[in-house]
């Protein structure tokens, strides 16, 4: 992964064409960019969000942020009655607890340690 001004970005390789393709990940818009060299898609991905933001003030438009930290989530009543219990059971309350399990679980899916969500 790389990041820029908090745009994560994946990468891949193209075997074929002997260049990297990266896209960022975590906004709704499509932000992409590519590179022959480390250097280079690092610079690509820079000039791709700085495009971006620039094409967004042209347009007069706030540029979508990578994420506002909130979300809503459906659960079902006994998932929710749940959550609560292991909340209240824990000491914390329930969106402490929540964001608490949803930052392990990530973490563990994204196979990273504990120190590395501060970086993103």
């Known amino acids: 992964m790389m990041n820029y001004k908090g745009y994560l970005a994946r990468v891949e390789f193209d075997d074929e064409a002997n260049l990297f393709h990266g896209e960022v990940i975590n906004t709704r818009d499509v932000i992409t960019f590519q590179g022959a060299s ?3 898609l690092r610079r690509a991905l820079e000039e791709s969000v700085e495009d ?3 094409f967004c003030a042209e347009r007069g438009e706030e540029p979508e942020q990578p994420y506002s930290g909130k979300f809503m989530v459906r659960l079902s009543p006994d998932q929710h009655r ?7 059971k824990s000491g914390k309350s ?3 607890w929540v964001a608490e399990q949803i930052g392990r679980e990530a973490q563990n899916e994204l196979g990273l ?8």
């Open 38 to 40: 480390v250097d280079e």
């Open 52 to 54: 971006y933001l620039a």
């Open 82 to 88: 749940l959550a609560v219990l292991a909340a209240k």
């Open 94 to 96: 329930l969106n402490a």
């Open 113 to 120: 340690d504990g120190n590395t969500s501060s970086a993103f």
